[in-house]
């Protein structure tokens, strides 16, 4: 039988498997990181981090049901130093990507002044888009996107991708996009949890997480339509040297075949991840390659990108 080749490339950046984690999901502690390293994902990427280490929101912070997942976890995680000085320490068999989320431009700016100085991080996934802060999702203010992108471009030295909330308008896409087609951007990650979502426990008759009166990021299945609607409308208005990395409701081979369909390059997987463990990407790689065989493609650049439309 011959090989079938399930290998990306993000501008330049080679990675075995286009499947990788998502953001937040199992890749904050030593464990964690030391568990995706030694794992088939086809890159790493962190835990969004901050200047000093975060404590994050008060627990119960998330919560999983049949198709989602609702989440306000208030970004813990241990620090830019700690994620810098973790892998200094590492023989890296795999692309890292540090994801970043500063609270202030000026937080960001010395996140990335630190990262520069790092051989071992690969890019920068700029987090545009977190939604449990009660601060503004910079991604939705076309503006300030304008003025973060110009400082970031000036500061970093490494490539730089950003991780975009869910749009539901095609114009606010186009916009997005003819901004974004602006700067040296290599990848955009489509899409964060969906903002502001709600989960009932009928029993209790409240709301199943603490923070913010019960509101949260929603994720997982339920997600995915959205996903795909972000990566099919990015892909064709984005440039062609800007990749997508798809996020969002991914839990099967076949769900990656559609993300990938829709003009994705590689996936982060997040909900089913905490779900199921570092085994997803071993079932998960399975199961796409035998999707793949069944539709006789060799490679996922045979039908990347190549969604059809139906024509009067
Ligand atoms: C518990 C949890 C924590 C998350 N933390 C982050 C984060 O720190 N940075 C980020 O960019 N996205 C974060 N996300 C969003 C995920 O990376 C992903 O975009 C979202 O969950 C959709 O993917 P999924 O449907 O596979 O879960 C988080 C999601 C969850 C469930």
């Not at 087609?181 to 709301?207: L, R, W």
Request: hydrophobic letters at 35%.
């Amino acid at each position: 039988m011959e090989k079938i080749d399930i290998s990306s490339n993000i501008k330049g950046i080679h990675l075995s498997s286009c499947i990788m984690n998502a953001s937040g999901a199992l890749c904050s502690s030593e464990k964690e990181l030391l568990n995706l390293m030694n794992s088939s994902s086809g890159a790493l990427i962190t835990k969004s981090c901050t200047y000093y280490p975060r404590i994050g929101n008060e627990k119960p912070r998330y919560f999983e049901w049949s198709i989602g997942s609702i989440n306000s976890m208030g970004l813990p995680n241990l620090g830019i130093d700690f994620y810098i000085d973790f892998f200094e320490k590492k023989d890296i068999n795999k692309p890292i990507f540090l994801s970043i989320s500063g609270f202030s431009m000026e937080e960001n700016i010395s996140i990335l002044k630190k990262s520069n100085r790092s051989s071992k991080i690969t890019a920068i996934e700029l987090n545009l888009s977190c939604p449990n802060n009660n601060i503004e999702i910079l991604g939705y203010n076309l503006k300030k996107v304008v003025q973060f992108l110009t400082y970031v471009f000036h500061i970093s030295k490494k490539p730089i991708g950003v991780k975009l909330p869910p749009y539901f308008t095609d114009r606010h896409i186009k916009n997005m996009s003819s901004i974004l087609n602006q700067f040296p951007i290599s990848f955009v990650t489509c899409v964060n949890s969906v903002p502001n979502g709600m989960y009932i426990d009928i029993e209790k008759e409240s709301v199943i997480i603490r923070p913010n009166q019960g509101f949260g990021g929603i994720g997982g299945k339920m997600i995915k339509p959205f996903a795909l609607s972000n990566i099919s409308k990015f892909y064709s208005y984005l440039k062609k040297n800007i990749s997508i990395i798809g996020c969002g409701g991914i839990s099967s081979g076949k769900d990656i075949f559609e993300h990938i369909l829709c003009g994705a390059n590689a996936v982060q997987i997040g909900t089913k991840f905490i779900n199921e463990g570092i085994t997803v990407f071993d079932r998960l790689r399975k199961e796409l390659i035998e999707f793949l065989e069944k539709k006789n493609y060799k490679s996922i650049n045979d039908f990347k990108g190549k969604l059809k439309t139906i024509d009067k």
